[in-house]
């Protein structure tokens, strides 16, 4: 019989490549033989998947951001369906959500050194800058949502619009979860600046 390939798998392969890469070498450190080297596949293999560096590049980059968004809705998630307590409420998950984006373990501090790393190419690359800051219309809708509930649950009126609240939220919390994943701020400082500005955000 025919052997099966998992073209996904070997995909994520060449990705992971890319990143270990640019983690060590910078951007520009990455050539298709570099990264056939790293993933101990052929040359061929590589050029079989991606016709081109840059094409291999911005595949890998939306792999790294689509790794981040789902580790973000597996910290919802996993809240959501916390065992034997009782369903959590709209702040306890807007907390959550936001300090999904803190990350301590190493898996998701490589993941936002790579964001980093590849932000240079993005002022020169409008497609990489679209896939770095992808349009998010459905998590800002989620977290407006979930900000219209703390606030609910706090018993406070607070002017301004939700969705432009959850946008702000999310930028904070991602250059907060940058500022950690380079070294700049400890997590617990990171988190005492995210508490601070959703304090001012639903209600003092």
């Known amino acids: ?37 790293e993933a101990g596949v052929s040359m061929g293999q590589v050029q079989h998947y991606h016709s081109s560096r840059e094409e291999l ?8 951001v689509a790794a981040l ?8 998630k996993a809240v959501a369906e916390r065992e034997g307590e009782d369903p959590p409420g709209a702040e306890v998950m807007l907390r959550e959500c936001l300090y999904a984006m803190l990350m301590r373990d190493e898996e998701g501090v490589r993941l936002l050194q790579l964001s980093v790393a590849v932000l240079g190419r993005a002022i020169s690359d409008p497609e990489m ?30 002017a301004g619009d939700p969705r432009t609240d959850a946008d702000i939220c999310w930028a904070v919390a991602t250059g907060l979860g940058v500022d950690v994943a380079l070294g700049m701020r400890t997590h617990a400082a990171a988190k005492g600046v995210l508490d601070y500005h959703l304090a001012g955000v639903l209600g003092r």
């Open 1 to 37: 019989m025919p052997k099966v390939v998992d073209h996904e798998d070997r995909k994520q392969r060449l990705a992971e490549a890319v990143w270990a890469l640019t983690l060590r070498d910078g951007l520009e450190g990455v050539t298709l033989r570099k990264v056939a080297a």
């Open 57 to 64: 590049v911005r595949d890998a980059v939306k792999r790294a």
């Open 69 to 76: 968004n789902a580790r973000i809705e597996a910290s919802i």
């Open 129 to 158: 800058a679209g896939v770095l800051g992808p349009s998010d219309g459905e998590l800002l809708d989620f977290t407006a949502g979930l900000i219209v509930g703390a606030r609910a649950e706090r018993g406070v009126e607070v």
